[in-house]
């Protein structure tokens, strides 16, 4: 059974930093593609970054360009979000997922094993 857990997600002062971590059990990590996405009330799930099974490939999303990074540690299961200049509007619950195959598209519906997700909340 897949499983997926998400940390490090907390209230963040407008400009700050976050690091968000995910681990991943029940799969072979480094034979997945891994990726971020969001997800506030109302609307639909965003995509964030996504990054290929080996860490060599990675999408960053437009709303987050130039901001995020997105890596992984095959050795410890791990995948990691790293955003930047944070701002209000990047208030949402994060998921970690697993997908399969390419690691493109970076499409929640590619990535079908999610985490409960845990709550980004940018406010001063």
């Known amino acids: 059974q897949v499983q997926v857990m998400e940390s490090g997600g907390g209230l963040v002062q407008p400009g700050g930093s976050l690091r968000l971590s995910c681990t991943a059990s029940?799969?072979?990590?480094?034979?997945?593609?891994m990726g971020w996405f969001r997800q506030v009330p109302g609307k639909e799930r965003e995509e964030i970054a996504c990054?290929?099974?080996?860490?060599?490939?990675?999408y960053i999303s437009s709303s987050v360009e130039g901001r995020a990074a997105i890596s992984r540690d095959n050795a410890k299961n791990t995948l990691y979000l790293e955003i930047n200049s944070l701002k209000p509007e990047d208030t949402a619950t994060y998921y970690c997922?697993?997908?399969?195959?390419?690691?493109?598209?970076?499409?929640?519906?590619?990535?079908?094993?999610r985490g409960q997700g845990t709550q980004v909340t940018v406010s001063s």
């Open positions: 990054i290929s099974k080996d860490g060599e490939g990675t």
């Open positions: 029940g799969l072979t990590f480094d034979d997945v593609p």
């Open positions: 997922a697993a997908g399969e195959g390419w690691f493109l598209p970076c499409k929640p519906t590619k990535y079908n094993h």
